[in-house]
């Protein structure tokens, strides 16, 4: 039994990838397996808070406590998040939401010809970013996921979406991203960083679940 430091508190998690159609049969989607945030999500709630989780399609039990909300799209999710976030205390940005969406679904399944295809893609909005602009105090964390110069990428998002805190993976750590039950990251704000070693994702939740509980300390 954990102490309920985060009672009454009402807290949005969005988690796992989002899925853009092409046609009937085919879609654009990636790799995040929806377990970082569902950890996040379930350490809250055992915390006492109240969570929404936002979820793109995941093969992943809902966890003890969450109310779960499924979408598909990015569309979709930025609807679902910007609703559950008003009356909300803050969320946690788990989510791996597509940046770009084909400019149209085909309603019948498009046939192959002998020569190469071309699908327009069109920016997604920003659920981060949108949720950052009517903030008003409320908590905001986010992830960044990178390749090179995660530092710098971190500490502009941190910025641009006007996040309290931001948890940063890269995927050049090993045991880190996508899948396994491990991550390794290291936290930025706008006091400095800390670097945590390599642990299990529900450790990294717990660790994530502690600055929460600071954040609404303070
Ligand atoms: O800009 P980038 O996608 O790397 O930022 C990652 C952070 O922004 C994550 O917290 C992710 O959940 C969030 N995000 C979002 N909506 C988008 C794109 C990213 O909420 N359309």
């Known amino acids: 039994e954990k102490k309920k430091n985060l009672q009454g508190k009402r807290l949005i998690v969005t988690a796992g990838a989002t899925i853009e159609a092409i046609d009937p049969v085919r879609f654009i989607s990636n790799h995040s397996s929806g377990k970082m945030g569902y950890a996040i999500a379930g350490e809250l709630a055992d915390r006492g808070a109240c969570v929404t989780l936002v979820t793109g399609r995941t093969e992943l039990p809902t966890p003890a406590g969450v109310e779960r909300v499924d979408v ?4 979709e999710m930025y609807d679902a998040a910007v609703r559950a976030f008003e009356g909300s205390d803050g969320a946690v940005m788990c989510a791996a939401v597509a940046d770009y969406t084909p400019d149209r679904v085909s309603d019948t399944k498009i046939k192959k010809c002998d020569g190469d295809m071309c699908i327009t893609l069109r920016r997604t909005r920003d659920i981060a970013a949108e949720l950052g602009a009517h903030k008003d105090g409320r908590l905001l964390v986010g992830f960044a996921l990178e390749t090179h110069d995660e530092q710098a990428h971190a500490e502009a998002k941190l910025e641009k979406k006007n996040f309290d805190f931001i948890v940063l993976n890269s995927l050049r750590d090993a045991g880190a991203g996508f899948r396994g039950d491990t991550n390794k990251v290291t936290f930025i704000d706008r006091t ?16 994530i679940a502690e600055r929460i509980e600071e954040f609404f300390a303070e």
């Open 72 to 75: 598909l799209s990015a569309a």
């Open 192 to 207: 400095g960083r800390e670097e945590l070693p390599l642990l299990s994702k529900r450790e990294v939740a717990e660790r």
